[in-house]
């Protein structure tokens, strides 16, 4: 099962940026996603992106203000993320996609996350 590592979160004010990475292990061949778990809340779904990258899947909460990117030769998937609101503030996870829906059970390999704050 391929490894996901994610990286590139922090701490921001309110309409600040942070770019999130995701390498894998090895080649994905997969669509990939990136989902977001506040504190007491469900892990939900951000960004979804095929893999060549001519498709992609944008959270309403997010449109507008997130893009997600990828670069195959390097085995990497990108979250940019601009304007951010305190409301973004969560652990930030990718994945890879193994069904048909934008669901939690769509994907699997999750990495470990990583930690985005943002203040008012």
């Known amino acids: 099962q391929v490894q996901l590592v994610e990286s590139g979160g922090g701490s921001v004010q309110a309409g600040g940026s942070l770019r999130l990475s995701c390498v894998a292990s090895?080649?994905?061949?997969?669509?990939m996603g990136w989902f977001r778990q506040a504190p007491g809340k469900e892990r939900e779904f951000v960004a979804r992106i095929s893999r060549s990258g001519s498709s992609r899947d944008i959270a309403d909460s997010v449109k507008g203000r997130f893009t997600i990117s990828r670069d195959n030769a390097k085995n990497t998937v990108y979250l940019q993320m601009n304007s951010l609101k305190p409301e973004d503030t969560a652990i930030y996870y990718c994945a890879r996609r193994t069904g048909a829906g934008l669901g939690v059970t769509d994907f699997d390999s999750w990495g470990q996350g990583t930690q985005v704050t943002v203040s008012s």
């Open positions: 090895g080649p994905i061949y997969n669509s």
